[in-house]
Structure formats: C-alpha cells, structure tokens
C-alpha cells in the first residue's frame, strides 16, 4: 500500500508518514521496520526523542532502497545559533547512520533563537547535500513569515500539532500559496477524537474507523501531510488505510465544524500562538 506523494518546488513527501515519538530503542526500531514492511516511505524522528539510533538500526537493516525512504529529523531548541545547530545535526547523522536526511527541521523556536545564524547553517547543509530540504517546525505565523521574509533557506515545510480539533488555517493560508507542506504532528488529537460522536459516526457509516476519518479530513487538504505515531502492525496498517478513504463535501464540512481550540501540546517554552 502506499500513499500520496506531495511534491514541491522543494521536496517530495509522503502524504502519510509514521511518528516516532516517544518510542524509543528496541520498541522504536520494531515499528520502523513493521511500518516499512506495510509500506510506508516517511518517518518522522527527532534529536529530542532520544531514538535516531533505533530510527537508524531500522533502516540499515530493512530491504526498502534508501532512496524511496523520506526521513525528516529536528534539532532542539537548545541549538540557537548556525554553529551549534551544524554540531548537533551532524550528531544527528551519525546516530541515524545516514549520509543525508529528507527534511531537516528547527524543532521548536526559542527566545535565543538567532534566526539568521541558523538559517544560514542550513542552507549551507542544503548546499551541502546533508538535507535535502529544511524548515521549521512549532513557529507561529510571524516567525514563519520571518523565516521566509529573509529568504536566506527555503522553507519547504512547516510541522506544527494540526487535527479535527486544533484548527491551523492562519498558518495554511501562510503555507498553501507558497507551497509549503503543513505536516500534522498529533494527528488524531491525542486520542481524543476517537471518542467524538461526529466522528465515530462517520466511521461506523463509512465501515473506517475514527481514526481513519481524522486522518483522511487532513489529508484531503491541499499540501497537508500526517505523521501518527502507532506502533503496532495493526494501528500502523489502519493509519496507512486512511490515505486511501474519501469523505464527501458534507462528511468533511461535517469535521471543520467541530470545535477547533483544543492544543494538546502546548509547553512551557511554547511561543506566543498568536503571535
């Protein structure tokens, strides 16, 4: 089974990919190699989550060519200048064994953050080949255009948490016309939507299940991925499903009229959203 490409000026990626956080070790590694052995092209990994080793150990020893793998990975928030952010992403790389990354991405933004400096760093790593595309993730709408005002790097793609729950049009309205990929970390709410009675009755009339229903009212949306995180063959395989599932004009008006001021992860170091 595999999933919609969304292509780019800057990058081609899964529509559909699997989050890893937080599994970690042996757990990790299992799901990587289960979820590409069902099909998936796209993982999604982080400095932060402790398992780029795991994440690592999966795809040297899986039979997918590496070059149909898309695998994004993101440096802390604690990197806030070029030169520390190039240290910690080569770390990066030598814990994923990867001569390269897909998309590389500043995790979070922080009150030191020297945009400029790190930007730099990574258009030089573009140049460079070591990340094929970069961008950022947890900016609110201001920084986002910041970052892109000074056209320094490229932003190919933007992640930030994104469900039935948390509407994130200001952001879209930013991402879609300058075709950026908006990519949807917590997908399904933290669980939460699995129990919606919107929801799960459209997946009863559907014969989907709750879960494929969130996920496929995200990717009907134009230049919008998902990274779920599952990490059982079976959750993984159900996620995967999703990208196949069409819901009409009226299941979909149906979603975008549930509340949408739920944010899960929200914290302490979190920006100003509004900003």
């Known amino acids: 089974m595999s999933t919609p490409i969304l292509t780019t000026k800057y990058l081609a990626m899964p529509a559909l990919g699997l989050g890893t956080w937080p599994m970690k ?4 590694q299992g799901a990587v190699e289960s979820a590409l ?9 982080a400095e932060m989550y402790g398992n780029e080793e795991a994440v690592g150990a999966a795809l040297a020893g899986t039979h997918v060519p590496r070059g149909e793998i898309f695998l994004t990975t993101k440096i ?25 990354v897909n998309l590389l991405l500043i995790h979070w933004p922080s009150p030191e953050l020297d945009l400029p400096s790190v930007l730099t760093e990574m258009a030089k790593l573009h140049e460079e080949g070591l990340a ?6 947890n900016f609110p709408a201001g920084l986002l255009k910041q970052a892109m005002a000074l056209d ?12 039935a729950m948390l509407d994130q049009q200001k952001l879209l309205d930013i991402t879609q016309p300058a075709g950026i990929v908006l990519a949807s ?71 975008a009229a549930l509340p949408k001021n739920r944010r899960f992860v929200d914290p302490a170091f979190a920006p100003d959203w509004t900003s």
């Not at 992403?89 to 030598?94: A, M, P």
């Not at 933290?190 to 990717?219: F, Y």
Request: contains cysteine; charged residues 25%.
């Open 76 to 100: 802390w928030h604690d990197k806030p200048d070029g030169a520390r952010f190039r240290a910690a992403f080569e770390q990066s790389l030598v814990r994923l064994k990867q001569p390269y």
């Open 185 to 255: 970390y917590s997908p399904l709410g933290r669980g939460e939507l699995m129990d919606d009675p919107v929801i799960t009755a459209m997946a009863d009339r559907l014969d989907a299940t709750p879960a494929q229903v969130a996920l496929a009212w995200l990717l009907s949306k134009h230049l919008v991925a998902a990274v779920p995180k599952a990490a059982s063959p079976k959750r993984q395989a159900e996620n995967l499903a999703a990208a196949a599932l069409k819901l009409s004009e009226s299941d979909l008006d149906a979603i």
């Open 152 to 163: 320094i790097a490229k932003i190919a793609c933007l992640q930030v948490e994104h469900h």
């Open 37 to 45: 052995g069902l099909g998936y092209r796209h993982i999604d990994t």
């Open 25 to 28: 070790g042996a757990e990790c």
């Open 132 to 137: 094929h595309a970069v961008g950022v993730s």
